[in-house]
């Protein structure tokens, strides 16, 4: 716990001016920054059974993406990258911000303004990847399309989301009620197509897909559980489901 809570002052110490996630595309991009494009699909409601609940959950935790030391293999400036050095008030990571530049029914699409640089998807909220992930390079006065992402809980065998009649039961039992099952997030990404949301004219001539490097690692800064990014136990069931 202590070394969490040491991680996340450095985290917290080494960054200086957010960068930007937008609430509408601007009129003209900035060629010094980079842009990020991703559009998240909602989670489903685990509580879609009580009367009246709406079928997704509200998009309030994204993903949180940081600069990345592909030699040290460590986020920029923190641990075995302490030396790579970011330049004055630049920040190393980018937190999920509720803010979108498109609404759909299911889904929102986000435009995230920041420093060129080699990128690393961080986590999901405060659930790290640091056992995997994917990097990818952002060059000046670009907007790179990481298409379509899903997010969902990476469940171990037997493990499950609360449902309506587990929550009856907490209400009831109080403290004597069996813990509800928690789960690393995972994610999962896959190129845009005609039926998802469009993409306004102005970025749909400049944008251009991401070319993701796999199998960066790096240290749990973000004090929650750690993951792949692709979930250990959703590849852990395959490979069962592909045995003999």
Do not use: C
Request: proline share 7%; hydrophobic share 45%.
């Amino acid at each position: 716990m202590i070394r969490i809570l040491l991680a996340a002052l450095a985290l917290t110490a080494a960054q200086g001016t957010q960068a930007e996630t937008l609430r509408a595309v601007p009129a003209q991009l900035n060629p010094a920054k980079a842009y990020i494009l991703v559009e998240y699909k909602l989670l489903a409601n685990p509580m879609a059974g009580f009367p009246g609940s709406r079928k997704t959950m509200p998009l309030t935790t994204g993903l949180t993406f940081a600069r990345y030391d592909g030699e040290r293999r460590d986020i920029r400036g923190l641990g075995n990258a302490t030396a790579s050095k970011l330049p004055a008030k630049q920040n190393p990571t980018e937190t999920y911000r509720n803010r979108e530049i498109v609404r759909g029914e299911v889904s929102r699409l986000h435009l995230i303004e920041v420093d060129p640089d080699l990128w690393v998807i961080q986590g999901f909220g405060n659930k790290s990847f640091s056992l995997g992930s994917y990097s990818f390079r952002l060059e000046p006065g670009t907007v790179t399309d990481l298409g379509v992402a899903a997010a969902e809980p990476d469940w171990a065998e037997g493990d499950r989301a609360a449902k309506a009649g587990d929550v009856m039961k907490i209400a009831l039992l109080g403290p004597f009620a069996k813990r509800p099952d928690i789960a690393p997030m995972r994610v999962t990404f896959r190129p845009r197509r005609a039926d998802d949301l469009a993409v306004p004219a102005t970025l749909a001539k400049v944008i251009r897909p991401v070319e993701f490097a796999p199998a960066a690692t790096f240290g749990n800064y973000l004090g929650g559980l750690v993951n792949r990014i692709e979930g250990v136990n959703a590849t852990l069931k395959a490979k069962a489901a592909a045995a003999p």
